[in-house]
C-alpha cells in the first residue's frame, strides 16, 4: 500500500520560514519524481516544485528564488524548504509521487499571516 504523509505544515508570519516532509512508503522511491503542489481556496491545484529521480528540479515562477525541494532517497522522504513566505502562498500543500502511476498525500495547511 502507497502512503505519502507530509509533515510541517503551520501558521507562520510574513517573511518566515517552513519546512515540509514528506515521507513516503510502498514505493520504489527513488525512481519516481517527487512534487509539492498547492492548493487555496477557490483556486486551482498547482505545481510548487518538483525534483526528478535524477535529482533535476522544476520550479513554479512564484517560488523560484525563495522555496527549496530536496530528496533523501535513503530515507524516502522528499523536503520544501520554504523561506520568505508571503500570504499568497498560504495553501494546503500536497505531496506528489510521479511514474506511471500517480500518488498524492492527505496535504498540510500552510497559513501565512501576521
Known amino acids: 500500500q502507497v502512503q505519502l504523509v507530509e509533515f510541517g505544515g503551520g501558521l507562520v508570519q510574513p517573511g518566515g520560514s517552513l519546512r515540509l516532509s514528506c515521507a513516503a512508503s510502498?514505493?520504489?522511491?527513488?525512481?519516481?519524481?517527487m512534487g509539492w503542489y498547492r492548493q487555496a481556496p477557490g483556486k486551482q491545484r498547482e505545481l510548487v516544485a518538483a525534483?526528478?529521480?535524477?535529482?533535476?528540479?522544476n520550479y513554479a515562477d512564484s517560488v523560484k528564488g525563495r522555496f527549496t525541494i530536496s530528496r533523501d532517497n535513503a530515507k524516502n522522504t522528499v523536503y520544501l524548504q520554504m523561506n520568505s513566505l508571503k500570504p499568497e502562498d498560504t495553501a494546503v500543500y500536497y505531496c506528489?509521487?510521479?511514474?506511471?502511476?500517480?500518488?498524492w498525500g492527505q496535504g498540510t495547511q500552510v497559513t501565512v499571516s501576521s
Open positions: 506528489n509521487a510521479q511514474r506511471v502511476n500517480v500518488y
Open positions: 510502498g514505493i520504489r522511491f527513488s525512481f519516481y519524481t
Open positions: 525534483i526528478t529521480n535524477s535529482g533535476n528540479t
